[in-house]
């Protein structure tokens, strides 16, 4: 059973920084690119950024490049969110899915974890 549990949300000050974790099971995880996507609070899903299996190519949305770093530990199964500088607008439930076709597809997914909430307010 394929499995993504995501942790490390919280409350956070405008500017600060947290990182997210997401643990997979149940498939081999060094086989496949993998994404963050967002949902603020009654808007719907926003790809944030993606990573291809090796962890060699990154893509990132304008409204997080420069902020946000995305990275995966094979070895662990985990896949890394690190979210530097918060803005107010980046509050939303984050969460990770497994691209079925690699980062070239970043609409073709099948599987997310439960999502973990970030809030960024003072």
């Known amino acids: 059973e394929v499995q993504l549990v995501e942790s490390g949300g919280g409350l956070v000050q405008p500017g600060g920084s947290l990182r997210l974790s997401c643990v997979a099971s149940g498939f081999t995880f060094r086989n496949y690119a993998m994404k963050w996507v967002r949902q603020a609070p009654g808007k719907g899903l926003e790809w944030a950024s993606g990573i291809n299996s090796g962890g060699e190519t990154t893509r990132y949305a304008d409204s997080v490049k420069g902020r946000f770093t995305i990275s995966r530990e094979n070895a662990k199964n985990t896949l890394f969110l690190q979210m530097n500088s918060l803005k107010p607008e980046d509050t939303a439930v984050y969460y990770c899915?497994?691209?079925?076709?690699?980062?070239?597809?970043?609409?073709?997914?099948?599987?997310w974890g439960q999502g973990t909430q970030v809030t960024v307010s003072s």
């Open positions: 899915a497994r691209l079925d076709r690699g980062l070239e597809y970043p609409e073709e997914y099948t599987y």
